[in-house]
């Protein structure tokens, strides 16, 4: 046995290169540098609607936990380890400074942009997508989104309960996706805004193109109730020939290399709402909704352009709507558009350009709005915590001696200036 282990190491000691053959190899062969660690992108936080529920980026511990930060599941999370059963805890708050003056005179300033918590994730199968958030900055507070989303496969999928309506790419974002501190006051006007209903959509042709239909009650985001034969139809097409853009809009501070990209939609609506006036009930202590007879019916069409390429993005979204108060009164149309352009200096330190238009009533002479806005933004860490600076100047023309009707004026006739310092965080 001794003599057999013996002759097993003389012979690995013969086999060995000696010091002198390492030291000619040594010479012989090229240096070998050490590889560059691989940066992972800044993932992207889900936001309401979102289909991107696993994000990429994660190291390979995550899979193995079950609670913690995990920003490929989007955030701080419990979950089982099959993911059937999820649960995301999140936040979007942001608070600004900003100071208002309209023809000299100063006005109100709210201190919060937004201010909602949210709980969302799966339940009983990885499919099936819930999503809760609350929107704390109002008095009362209230339900912001709460829907059960039906991914039943990536060309089809529905979505039931009270949701973003999908009129408008823009307004589709959330509050950590946009490059202003607020979504432009046009979008805001021309949105839908949030109902209650279901929401059929899809991405086939592998992101190529995508579309948004839905059918909702007519009830606004406090009203609980559905008033009987209110309603908004709805639907928005995207197409996207070189593959879908990036969740944000702004991709250079996202990626390490920002791809071509540019996409249409074309978007329409058709509703009919009759107003209800709330009232509180001093027996229960609850607000009860009733009807008030006033109805309003809609029809409207838009359409958007984006544009993405290397530090540029650039944003076009144009609306028609005609109204009619069904009361007697002239139906009239209303006209917006706005446009935005962001220029990425550095890796997160963002200008931004954005102009507004808009005419109330194509009826009514000298009643248009003008506004201008100047970004600076510094993404302090994307999608989770971003500094914002933006100078914003407005022109309402002076409609005096025109019947303005049911038109209403954003501001008065004049000038307004608006100086925004935000911080948000978001998580």
């Not at 899809?202 to 193109?209: A, S, Y």
């Not at 009807?291 to 979204?317: H, I, K, M, P, S």
């Not at 970004?375 to 915590?385: A, G």
Request: with cysteine; glycine share 8%.
């Amino acid at each position: 046995m001794t003599a057999t282990r013996t002759m097993g190491l003389l012979a690995l000691c013969l086999a060995l290169p000696t010091s002198d053959a390492l030291a000619q190899a040594a010479k012989e062969s090229p240096p070998v540098e050490a590889p560059e660690k691989a940066v992972p992108p800044q993932p992207e936080l889900p936001v309401a609607g979102s289909r991107t529920h696993e994000l990429p980026g994660a190291p390979e511990e995550e899979e193995k936990a079950t609670a913690g930060w995990m920003p490929k599941k989007g955030g701080f999370v419990l979950r089982a380890p099959d993911d059937n059963y999820l649960l995301r805890l999140g936040l979007q708050t942001a608070y600004k400074y900003e100071p208002r003056f309209e023809n000299g005179q100063a006005e109100s300033r709210a201190a919060f942009f937004v201010l909602r918590p949210i709980f969302a994730g799966n339940l009983y199968e990885k499919w099936i997508h819930f999503w809760t958030s609350l929107e704390l900055r109002a008095d009362p507070p209230y339900v912001l989104d709460t829907y059960v989303d039906f991914e039943f496969m990536k060309e089809f999928g529905l979505r039931v309960g009270q949701q973003y309506t999908p009129w408008s790419r823009h307004e589709s974002r959330g509050p950590q996706q946009i490059l202003f501190p607020d979504w432009d006051f046009v979008a805001d006007l021309f949105w839908t805004g949030r109902d209650k209903g279901l929401t059929a959509y899809g991405l086939p042709w592998k992101g190529i193109f995508e579309y948004y239909v839905g059918l909702y009650s007519g009830s606004p985001l406090r009203q609980f109730t559905s008033i009987p034969g209110n309603y908004v139809l709805e639907t928005r097409l995207t197409l996207s020939p070189l593959g879908p853009p990036d969740a944000t809009e702004y991709p250079y501070s996202m990626e390490d290399s920002v791809p071509l990209r540019y996409s249409f939609s074309l978007q329409a609506y058709s509703s009919k709402v009759q107003i209800s006036e709330a009232n509180l009930n001093p027996a229960s202590g609850l607000f009860e909704f009733t009807a008030t007879g006033q109805t309003t019916r809609n029809l409207a069409g838009g359409a958007d352009f984006y544009l993405q390429a290397d530090r540029f993005t650039f944003t076009v979204e144009a609306y028609l709507r005609n109204t009619d108060l069904l009361d007697g009164t002239p139906a009239f149309n209303e006209l917006g558009a706005w446009a935005q352009l962001g220029v990425s200096l550095q890796k997160r330190l963002i200008l931004g350009l954005r102009g507004s238009y808009l005419d109330p009533s194509t009826l009514v002479a000298n009643d248009q709005l003008f506004v201008v806005e100047g970004l600076l933004s510094w993404l302090v860490d994307p999608t989770h915590l971003h500094l914002q600076l933006r100078y914003a100047y407005g022109h309402q023309q002076n409609p005096a001696g025109e019947n303005l009707g049911p038109v209403t004026l954003t501001i008065g006739p004049g000038n307004a200036q608006i100086l925004t310092l935000q911080v948000g965080a978001f998580y």
